[in-house]
């Protein structure tokens, strides 16, 4: 179902002390008058259309509106009238719709900001790392540092989510 953008009209209340409501008259496409399309409203200064008038149901095209002030007895005053050159109807929907694939991919953009910089360092993603001494690896170049431990234990390093290097 079709949608339509609703519209509020409004009016300065009649300063008459007898006025007790007002009625709304419409045209489309044409002046609009006593014979026009009508409906009663209550004391109220502002209506909501389509909602608040029923047999509002406008083809398309500008809409003229008028509106008189009524007494008790139904006597009507002078109309004031105001012209609406926007639609009240919904464009006709499309005819198709498809979906093809394609050879090309969608390769997602990188983020900006603060974030991207820290991500183009590594992050490590383990707890743990165990490595042992390989018996087999040809010995390493006598010039290495002394420190280092020789022995066949197991090294254990320990990362905790930080940039490789910090």
Do not use: C
Request: glycine fraction near 6%; aromatic fraction near 8%; charged fraction near 30%.
């Amino acid at each position: 179902m079709a949608k339509i953008k609703k519209r509020k009209l409004g009016w300065a209340a009649s300063t008459s002390p007898q006025v007790i409501g007002y009625k709304l008259y419409w045209a489309e496409g044409e002046k609009v008058d006593y014979n026009s399309s009508a409906v009663v409203l209550g004391n109220v200064t502002e209506i909501v259309l389509p909602d608040d008038v029923e047999d509002f149901n406008p083809q398309g095209g500008p809409v003229e509106f008028g509106i008189t002030a009524m007494d008790e007895l139904g006597n009507e005053s002078d109309m004031i009238t105001f012209e609406a050159a926007y639609q009240f109807k919904a464009p006709q929907a499309p005819e198709e719709l498809w979906m093809e694939a394609m050879d090309e991919y969608h390769a997602p953009k990188a983020q900006t900001g603060e974030a991207d910089d820290e991500a183009s360092e590594p992050i490590l993603l383990f707890d743990k790392v165990v490595a042992k001494k390989d018996e087999d690896a040809p010995e390493e170049d006598s010039t290495a540092d002394e420190s280092e431990d020789d022995s066949a234990e197991p090294k254990t390093v320990q990362h905790y989510g930080q940039p490789e290097g910090e």
